[in-house]
T-cell receptor
Framework: ETGVTQSPTHLIKTRGQQVTLRCSSQSGHNTVSWYQQALGQGPQFIFQYYREEENGRGNFPPRFSGLQFPNYSSELNVNALELDDSALYLC??????????????FGEGSRLTVL | EDQVTQSPEALRLQEGESSSLNCSYTVSGLRGLFWYRQDPGKGPEFLFTLYSAGEEKEKERLKATLTKKESFLHITAPKPEDSATYLCAVQGGSEKLVFGKGTKLTVNP
């Protein structure tokens, strides 16, 4: 069974640039969510995708956008990067709906540094 | 707004010295309270789900309990490999999990 994989693992960007982060969900999982984790903080919910539709969003501006593909992989796009966007970006997947919707399987994250 | 507060921020134990981590929460309509373990540079790893007050779950040296306002993660006779940051999260009426900042546990041999 393949777990959640994310790419790239590390990247450095400058203010104003755009970035795309990628995630392959765990086999059999059709729901993907993205979280931002700043240093010393807990993860913060960005959004969630189920069957290629966004079905939940946290308090992040529209320059944070995403996609889910038919194979359930996902992308997180961030436009007009700001210094405060520097963080670990975590992708998590799970099976559809039901009682166990908080039991997430996380990838190892993409560490973004904005200079 | 759903909130989670974890204490202490950091805890240092000697191997074999039992202790507890606290997670206080406020949430509208608790659907679940979750404990995760996070090692440095890694993503969180799911440990437990608790759904209602009075519920308890155990796994090896860890035991999680839940009341209407807080949850405890009890660590019995910890080993150095238990060193990690332990995250608590709640899920209310939406799809998102709200995480606390975590407790960084260090177990010295």
């Amino acid at each position: 069974e393949t777990g959640v994989t994310q790419s790239p693992t590390h990247l450095i960007k400058t203010r104003g640039q755009q970035v795309t982060l990628r995630c392959s969900s765990q086999s059999g999982h059709n729901t993907v969510s993205w979280y931002q984790q700043a240093l010393g903080q807990g993860p913060q919910f960005i959004f969630q995708y189920y069957r290629e539709e966004e079905n939940g969003r946290g308090n992040f501006p529209p320059r944070f956008s995403g996609l889910q593909f038919p194979n359930y992989s996902s992308e997180l796009n961030v436009n007009a990067l700001e210094l405060d966007d520097s963080a670990l970006y975590l992708c998590a997947s799970r099976t559809g709906n039901g009682r166990h919707t908080g039991e997430l399987f996380f990838g190892e994250g993409s560490r973004l540094t904005v200079l | 707004e759903d909130q989670v507060t974890q204490s202490p921020e950091a805890l240092r134990l000697q191997e074999g010295e039992s202790s507890s981590l606290n997670c206080s929460y406020t949430v509208s309509g608790l659907r679940g309270l979750f404990w995760y373990r996070q090692d440095p540079g890694k993503g969180p790893e799911f440990l437990f789900t608790l759904y209602s007050a009075g519920e308890e779950k155990e796994k090896e040296r860890l035991k999680a309990t839940l009341t209407k306002k807080e949850s405890f993660l009890h660590i019995t006779a910890p080993k150095p490999e238990d060193s990690a940051t332990y995250l608590c999260a709640v899920q209310g009426g939406s799809e998102k999990l709200v995480f606390g900042k975590g407790t960084k546990l260090t177990v010295n041999p």
